[in-house]
């Protein structure tokens, strides 16, 4: 069998070696550059689409979703002066910015440098941004503080050590009890855990393995069943992917991630040649911290106002509707978090923002400053839980707007059910790479292209039920296909009725 095309792109060059002719190429400008050479930018998180010729989306990389305002500001910069102004929270607690050229780039590059900013290593074949929860070392609901881990991390993966993959791989550190990094949707997941020694008892982290919801074979992670202490939480994520490295499937693209090792070689194969590179035995999982799942408690995904363990101060959860921003937006936000907060801001794994430590006198004014009338700390429940793809506007693969569609779908559901106390988890996803995480969502729709009895092609979905990427949880079931808009809404209309409101009128 012949070396498939990703890989003979990565054998014929170190892929971080693009760097120079990127520099190269910004002077000679975008038609210079070899078409065969597009998908080695991605290595520095710039994404060729074809729906936009001739520019870039940027990706950066946002450990943990921690930013300053001042990073957050040159965000904004970079948006509005060479982005059109428009750009997207992700599901991984990161940003994406839009219209990119190729003529800005190193600029841009010099700008993120200087704020300690990077997109090295974001896209293709390689570890994606490492996330963890948003208000690791706020929450009270947190066995330990996972920011640390999460960063570190990070920056040790960095570099050609693991700049060749066999696929791209997911990582999430929380010492969050409420799970709201989704552990088991990651190829390593790290959730917070005890260990009794004795009569003593260790705090640290229980890992799961294998998580990969796109494809046609969705999976959550499984128990790796080992206990880490935060010291070891590196080390061990490093050598996970070392074994990753050397022993994926590079033959066939659609088998490249961590779960079909796992499937080929079992869990304690696996565990096994992990302990080897670790090099030393680990201990065995221990007590689960996490709380029972509740798909619908308010606190979960941290939008609203929460008192942190800091006495006297606060953190504020705004919604950004389906995740999309302006730079203006940024700009007011980065100003708010200085003048309420202390200069920080925290991103969401369900695309939304934190302004942190706002003390309780400042809490009325911030909240009727204007942005918070747009990106609400108090949404509908129908509002709070929608997540979404990027759509066809930007991504090839989608098959609708599903961030135009999904805003509309959820304003019409909320006319019927205005409820804020009842969080209704709604996953939309573009296509079956599931960026939008429609498997794991309690409803979850997946865009399709609909034929009417007339002909015509419309847009419409195939709905997922009863999704939870939780412990004890498990992927959505598909119930509907292939159905119209307009049908979409009968659908998650009738099963938020039988779920909240079983004497309501779902009907209009």
């Given at each position: 069998?012949?070396?498939?095309?990703?890989?003979?792109?990565?054998?014929?060059?170190?892929?971080?070696?693009?760097?120079?002719?990127?520099?190269?190429?910004?002077?000679?400008?975008?038609?210079?550059?070899?078409?065969?050479?597009?998908?080695?930018?991605?290595?520095?998180?710039?994404?060729?689409?074809?729906?936009?010729?001739?520019?870039?989306?940027?990706?950066?990389?946002?450990?943990?979703?921690?930013?300053?305002?001042?990073?957050?500001?040159?965000?904004?910069?970079?948006?509005?002066?060479?982005?059109?102004?428009?750009?997207?929270?992700?599901?991984?607690?990161?940003?994406?910015?839009?219209?990119?050229?190729?003529?800005?780039?190193?600029?841009?590059?010099?700008?993120?440098?200087?704020?300690?900013?990077?997109?090295?290593?974001?896209?293709?074949?390689?570890?994606?941004?490492?996330?963890?929860?948003?208000?690791?070392?706020?929450?009270?609901?947190?066995?330990?503080?996972?920011?640390?881990?999460?960063?570190?991390?990070?920056?040790?993966?960095?570099?050609?050590?693991?700049?060749n993959l066999p696929r791209k791989f997911n990582i999430a550190i929380s010492g969050c009890r409420h799970d709201c990094a989704h552990a088991r949707t990651n190829d390593i997941g790290l959730i917070p855990a005890t260990r009794t020694i004795g009569k003593y008892?260790?705090?640290?982290?229980?890992v799961v393995v294998g998580g990969a919801l796109g494809g046609t074979s969705p999976y959550l992670a499984e128990p790796l069943d080992v206990f880490v202490r935060p010291e070891e939480a590196t080390p061990l994520c490093r050598a996970i992917l070392t074994v990753?490295?050397?022993?994926?499937?590079?033959?066939?693209?659609?088998?490249?991630?961590?779960?079909?090792?796992?499937?080929?070689?079992?869990?304690?194969?696996?565990?096994?040649?992990?302990?080897?590179?670790?090099?030393?035995?680990?201990?065995?999982?221990g007590q689960s911290a996490l709380y029972p799942a509740d798909e619908h408690s308010l606190a979960s995904d941290h939008i609203g106002v929460y008192p942190q363990k800091q006495l006297g101060l606060n953190y504020v959860g705004m919604l950004v509707p389906v995740?999309?921003?302006?730079?203006?937006?940024?700009?007011?936000?980065?100003?708010?978090?200085?003048?309420?907060?202390?200069?920080?801001?925290?991103?969401?794994?369900?695309?939304?923002?934190?302004?942190?430590?706002?003390?309780?006198?400042?809490?009325?004014?911030?909240?009727?400053?204007?942005?918070?009338?747009?990106?609400?700390?108090?949404?509908?429940?129908?509002?709070?839980?929608?997540?979404?793809?990027?759509?066809?506007?930007?991504?090839?693969?989608?098959?609708?707007?599903?961030?135009?569609?999904?805003?509309?779908?959820?304003?019409?559901?909320?006319?019927?059910?205005?409820?804020?106390?009842?969080?209704?988890?709604?996953?939309?996803?573009?296509?079956?790479?599931?960026?939008?995480?429609?498997?794991?969502?309690?409803?979850?729709?997946?865009?399709?292209?609909?034929?009417?009895?007339?002909?015509?092609?419309?847009?419409?979905?195939?709905?997922?039920?009863?999704?939870?990427?939780?412990?004890?949880?498990?992927?959505?079931?598909?119930?509907?296909?292939?159905?119209?808009?307009?049908?979409?809404?009968?659908?998650?209309?009738?099963?938020?009725?039988?779920?909240?409101?079983?004497?309501?009128?779902?009907?209009?």
């Amino acid at each position: 069998m012949g070396m498939n095309k990703a890989e003979a792109l990565k054998a014929s060059r170190p892929p971080l070696s693009i760097i120079e002719d990127i520099y190269r190429w910004a002077e000679a400008g975008f038609d210079a550059i070899p078409p065969e050479q597009y998908d080695l930018f991605k290595w520095y998180g710039l994404f060729h689409r074809k729906q936009t010729p001739g520019y870039f989306m940027l990706r950066m990389r946002i450990s943990n979703g921690l930013l300053s305002t001042r990073q957050l500001r040159t965000l904004a910069g970079i948006s509005r002066d060479f982005g059109r102004g428009v750009g997207d929270f992700t599901t991984r607690q990161n940003i994406q910015l839009r219209w990119i050229e190729i003529e800005n780039v190193p600029e841009l590059f010099q700008r993120l440098h200087t704020v300690g900013l990077t997109s090295q290593q974001t896209g293709m074949d390689n570890y994606r941004n490492v996330t963890g929860c948003p208000v690791a070392g706020l929450s009270q609901d947190e066995l330990l503080d996972g920011q640390q881990q999460a960063v570190a991390t990070a920056l040790s993966l960095l570099g050609p050590e693991f700049q060749n993959l066999p696929r791209k791989f997911n990582i999430a550190i929380s010492g969050c009890r409420h799970d709201c990094a989704h552990a088991r949707t990651n190829d390593i997941g790290l959730i917070p855990a005890t260990r009794t020694i004795g009569k003593y008892t260790e705090i640290g982290f229980n890992v799961v393995v294998g998580g990969a919801l796109g494809g046609t074979s969705p999976y959550l992670a499984e128990p790796l069943d080992v206990f880490v202490r935060p010291e070891e939480a590196t080390p061990l994520c490093r050598a996970i992917l070392t074994v990753f490295r050397d022993n994926g499937n590079r033959d066939k693209r659609h088998q490249g991630r961590l779960k079909w090792l796992l499937w080929e070689w079992g869990i304690e194969r696996f565990r096994e040649e992990v302990m080897k590179v670790y090099g030393a035995e680990l201990p065995r999982a221990g007590q689960s911290a996490l709380y029972p799942a509740d798909e619908h408690s308010l606190a979960s995904d941290h939008i609203g106002v929460y008192p942190q363990k800091q006495l006297g101060l606060n953190y504020v959860g705004m919604l950004v509707p389906v995740g999309r921003f302006t730079a203006e937006q940024l700009f007011e936000l980065a100003d708010l978090a200085d003048r309420y907060g202390n200069g920080e801001v925290r991103l969401t794994n369900d695309q939304n923002v934190i302004i942190p430590n706002v003390p309780d006198e400042k809490i009325e004014a911030l909240l009727a400053e204007p942005l918070l009338q747009t990106w609400s700390p108090f949404p509908s429940g129908i509002m709070r839980g929608l997540v979404t793809c990027t759509g066809k506007d930007y991504c090839y693969f989608a098959l609708n707007d599903t961030k135009g569609i999904a805003l509309a779908i959820a304003q019409a559901l909320e006319k019927r059910f205005p409820d804020t106390d009842k969080v209704v988890r709604i996953n939309v996803s573009g296509c079956v790479h599931a960026c939008g995480r429609h498997r794991a969502g309690e409803l979850g729709l997946q865009a399709q292209r609909v034929r009417l009895p007339n002909g015509e092609i419309v847009d419409g979905f195939d709905v997922f039920v009863g999704g939870s990427p939780h412990d004890g949880g498990q992927l959505g079931e598909l119930t509907q296909k292939r159905i119209t808009v307009e049908e979409t809404i009968e659908a998650l209309a009738a099963e938020i009725a039988v779920r909240y409101y079983p004497t309501a009128v779902v009907q209009e």
